[in-house]
């Protein structure tokens, strides 16, 4: 049985998928089984993963009856995984040649829940690399609240290696068919596992894309707000909204006020987002509160009633996000 099984959901990725195996078959590390879920891709990619797997007998294909989506792939793949450990890469994504071999070497280490890495995003269209650093992230990796506060952190469940029993007997999967990375991860943190951060840069995260009518900023601030709604609902579900009501309310502030500095939507249009939020977030009362929570709850109440306002602080959340993340990094 191989210590780590790799998952690859593979859909419309052919020019890039190449690249994305290569980068896998070829690891340092040897002890792994490579589970590629083809989720009905209509282009070549399928050609391209039977070429691949008459080469190496560690790939294992999945081919789903019918498109479902990366969450649906995801979970297919984490079902079937044999290994100890799991580790997430996108196929349009690549991987250091010591990917493998740094995860599990340190979760081993460090005996945690899970382990997690640097990465560096690379643009398509201008071939730009970014180094990605969250330095405050290495000295906090206990404090589990603070791991949830803010949207600037890396929440992709790629660059990082799981052990698959923790995932499993919590019944954690993806859920959302969008914004499934933030969703994933914030239960995850609810969880309160032992999670150790480093930074080395190991993944190779590929941004830029052109891919559907969806991906518009317009669009993905309202998948945000669903992303929203589904932490509410899983804080009160779980009876821990009252504990994370402070938090909760900032992340939910931030993380719009993130999407609005990308954005150039007319006045009508954030009026309509803004108002979703509303109405949502505060339709009932909420009893068992303290006044700090109350007021966090009153500034966001505020904001979402003055548009303009709300724009200029997003643009200035933008300008000092490294260094308001690590002000409140400190909670």
């Given at each position: ?9 593979v859909y419309k990725v052919e020019k890039y998928l190449r690249q994305c195996l290569d980068s896998i078959v070829n690891q340092t590390f040897k002890d792994i089984e490579i589970i ?296």
């Open positions: 049985m191989a210590q780590v099984s790799i998952i690859l959901p590629i879920i083809n989720d009905c891709s209509p282009d070549n990619s399928l050609q391209i993963i039977k070429e691949y797997q008459k080469k190496d007998s560690r790939i294992i294909l999945l081919n789903l009856p019918e498109n479902k989506g990366l969450s649906n792939a995801r979970n297919e793949g984490m079902k079937i995984a044999k290994s100890k450990y799991i580790v997430f890469v996108d196929s349009d994504d690549w991987v250091r040649e010591d990917y493998v071999e740094l995860l599990f070497n340190n979760i081993e280490k460090y005996n945690c829940d899970v382990f997690s890495e640097g990465f560096v995003s690379y643009h398509n269209k201008t071939s730009k690399y970014t180094r990605e650093k969250y330095s405050f992230l290495t000295t906090k990796s206990t404090n589990n609240k603070s791991l949830i506060l803010f949207p600037s952190i890396n929440c992709g469940p790629w660059s990082k290696i799981y052990k698959k029993d923790f995932l499993l007997n919590n019944n954690l999967f993806f859920t959302l068919k969008s914004c499934e990375d933030c969703f994933f991860f914030y239960r995850l943190v609810l969880l309160k596992p032992k999670i150790i951060f480093k930074e080395e840069p190991i993944y190779f995260y590929r941004i830029g894309r052109e891919t559907s009518l969806t991906a518009s900023l317009y669009f993905r601030t309202y998948h945000i707000i669903n992303l929203i709604k589904g932490i509410y609902k899983t804080l009160n579900e779980k009876k821990l909204y009252n504990e994370y009501c402070t938090i909760f309310h900032i992340y939910a502030f931030t993380y719009i006020a993130y999407c609005l500095t990308f954005s150039s939507f007319s006045t009508k249009k954030m009026k309509n987002l803004l108002f979703s939020v509303k109405r949502f977030l505060f339709s009932e009362k909420h009893y068992g509160l303290g006044i700090s929570d109350k007021f966090v709850i009153l500034i966001f109440k505020f904001f979402l009633n003055h548009i303009r306002l709300y724009k200029i602080t997003a643009f200035v959340l933008k300008t000092f996000r490294r260094s308001y993340t690590k002000i409140f990094y400190s909670f």
